[in-house]
């Protein structure tokens, strides 16, 4: 493969337009960009959820997911190409299945917070929920196809299952909300 950079510091963009790959210039205020933005910020989440001591199953995975949201910011640089294949939707779904059949069943919601590894999985969680908002404000303006919005809105619901998973490792407990009504019943059963 070629080189694909020869200048960082270009400075096209300085007049507040940024340039798509198929040699158009848009607003960086326009949908487009702030998709690509998105998805290139919940790439560098998962980055520093790397960062973590992980399982090797699952460091391998947000591994190949990282390539896969590369595929995903290309196709949102490219108006009317394809580079996400269906394939990286069947992983998230294995994935999906796989580690939600570990996990007990949830009787309360739970909150982001426990293990840094899992903090850090809902961090992605949640620019990966803003990622899809993007493409789907995007996709109302223009033609694209739903693979991009499906594989977020997947992913999404992959780290949060991830972060359950990593609350786990080592004996470690999920947090668990508790409503204003929970914590008066238990304050009453206690007196």
């Not at 972060?163 to 909300?177: K, Q």
Request: net charge negative; hydrophobic share 40%; aromatic share 4%.
């Amino acid at each position: 493969m070629g080189k694909r950079v020869s200048a960082v510091a270009t400075r096209t963009g300085d007049d507040g337009t940024t340039g798509l790959g198929n040699n158009t210039r848009v607003s960086k205020n326009s949908g487009r960009p702030h998709a690509m933005g998105d998805v290139d910020e919940l790439n560098s989440h998962i980055g520093l959820l790397l960062c973590e001591p992980l399982p090797e199953d699952v460091r391998a995975l947000l591994t190949d997911i990282q390539d896969q949201l590369f595929n995903l910011g290309g196709e949102l640089s490219i108006p009317g190409f394809a580079l996400l294949k269906d394939e990286a939707l069947a992983q998230l779904d294995e994935a999906l299945a796989h580690y939600n059949k570990t996990l007990p069943r949830l009787e309360e919601f739970i909150l982001p917070a426990g293990t840094r590894a899992a903090c850090q999985a809902h961090v992605a969680r949640t620019v990966a929920r803003r990622a899809e908002r993007a493409v789907v404000a995007l996709q109302e303006s223009e033609d694209m196809r739903p693979a991009p919005r499906q594989y977020l809105n997947r992913l999404s619901d992959l780290l949060f299952v991830l972060s359950r998973v990593l609350n786990r490792m080592d004996d470690g407990t999920e947090v668990y909300w508790q409503s204003e009504k929970l914590k008066r019943s238990q304050q009453d059963g206690a007196s």
